[in-house]
């Protein structure tokens, strides 16, 4: 298995909801990132879990918060999101932090909020 | 600040011609420099990726170009053809960071 899940493709929520993105790698990766990209933009940073901790937050507003309840596995928890925030949120893992080897990204979610 | 800076924004090829995407970037603490191939609605997938120790890397149709001493990495994709039209982002990976930078990206379309 060398892909990166995620679920769902496509979700729309209100500025009021609470939702979760999931991500999920079977392939022994112990890094694990959040991105978001806007349209004709690179991906963004948002979070790096190395071996299911978090090791890096990029200054990223408390209504997103990350979770790596093991270490196929990450969610991102979205809550009283704005507009603003209506993108592409991809997933990627990666052999370990300190080694690029095998960075692979998802699908995406494509979020619109409304 | 770490930067990759990416040319052409944009680009547009005939089919059975060569694509030519230029990086740069500043820093030398990167120590792998990889390209990715992006449709629409899709995530970036991994096109090629080259270490600094190496100057040429070549899969298939696309080869990346490595010059340690200009700090600069470049993608030829030969014989190009309307399926390769897509964004390509190329990127650099300092290990002391865990962070990949990417270019601003390049638009490729192919013409049939």
Request: include cysteine.
């Amino acid at each position: 298995d060398t892909e990166v899940t995620q679920t769902p493709k496509h979700l729309v929520m209100g500025m009021t909801n609470k939702k979760s993105l999931k991500c999920e790698q079977h392939m022994g990766h112990r890094a694990m990132y959040w991105y978001k990209q806007k349209a004709k933009k690179p991906p963004e940073l948002m979070f790096v879990y190395s071996y299911e901790k978090l090791s890096i937050n990029e200054s990223v507003p408390s209504r997103f918060s990350p979770e790596c309840p093991n270490s196929s596995l990450l969610n991102l928890h979205l809550h009283a999101l704005q507009p603003e925030d209506s993108a592409l949120y991809l997933c990627a893992s990666s052999q370990g932090r300190q080694a690029a080897y095998g960075y692979t990204f998802g699908s995406g979610t494509r979020l619109t909020v409304v | 600040q770490q930067q990759v800076k990416q040319s052409p924004q944009s680009l547009i090829v005939q089919k059975g011609g060569i694509s030519i995407i230029n990086c740069a970037y500043e820093n030398t603490a990167f120590d792998y420099f990889p390209w990715y191939q992006q449709f629409p609605g899709k995530g970036p997938a991994l096109l090629i990726a080259i270490r600094p120790d190496v100057s040429e890397k070549k899969e298939g149709r696309f080869t990346i170009s490595f010059n340690k001493s200009a700090k600069q990495f470049s993608l030829h994709i030969m014989d190009s053809q309307p399926g390769d039209s897509a964004t390509y982002f190329c990127a650099a990976y300092p290990s002391n960071t865990g962070k990949l930078i990417f270019g601003q990206g390049t638009t490729l379309q192919v013409k049939p």
